[in-house]
C-alpha cells in the first residue's frame, strides 16, 4: 500500500487558510490518484478532493470553490489548499489513494494514517 504522512493541519480564525500536505514515501506515488478524506468529531470519514495522476481535480460539494487539491509528483508530495475555512471544516485531515468505491463509505479502507487535525474557531 501507500505509505503517506500529513501534516499541516492547526487551529485558524473562521474565514482563513491552511495548506495541508501530505507526504508519501515506499512506493511509486506519481502512478496513484489520490484523495483528501476528513473525519469530523463523531461522524463518519467523508471524501473531500481527489485528483488523477495526470492533475484532474474533483471536490466534494461542501468544498468547493474553497479548497484546491494539488500535487507535485517530483516530491511525491499531494497538498490541500484550504480557504475561507468554516467551523464546520473542523475534522482531521486524511490523504489516501482515490479508489471510486470507497468515496461512498471511507470505513472499508484499511490503510488510514493518523491525519492532521484541523480545527476552525474563533
Known amino acids: 500500500q501507500l505509505q503517506v504522512a500529513e501534516s499541516g493541519g492547526g487551529l485558524v480564525q473562521p474565514g482563513g487558510s491552511l495548506r495541508l500536505s501530505c507526504q508519501a514515501s515506499?512506493?511509486?506515488?506519481?502512478?496513484?490518484?489520490m484523495g483528501w478524506y476528513r473525519q469530523a468529531p463523531g461522524k463518519q470519514r467523508e471524501w473531500v478532493a481527489a485528483?488523477?495522476?495526470?492533475?484532474?481535480?474533483e471536490y466534494a460539494d461542501a468544498v468547493k470553490g474553497r479548497f484546491t487539491v494539488s500535487r507535485d509528483n517530483a516530491k511525491n508530495t499531494l497538498y490541500l489548499e484550504m480557504n475561507s475555512l468554516k467551523p464546520e471544516d473542523t475534522a482531521v485531515y486524511y490523504c489516501?489513494?482515490?479508489?471510486?468505491?470507497?468515496?461512498?463509505?471511507?470505513?472499508?479502507?484499511?490503510?488510514w494514517g493518523q491525519g492532521t487535525q484541523v480545527t476552525v474557531s474563533s
Open positions: 489516501a489513494e482515490d479508489i471510486s468505491n470507497i468515496r461512498g463509505d471511507p470505513s472499508i479502507y484499511p490503510y
Open positions: 515506499g512506493t511509486t506515488f506519481r502512478f496513484y490518484a
Open positions: 485528483i488523477s495522476r495526470n492533475g484532474m481535480t
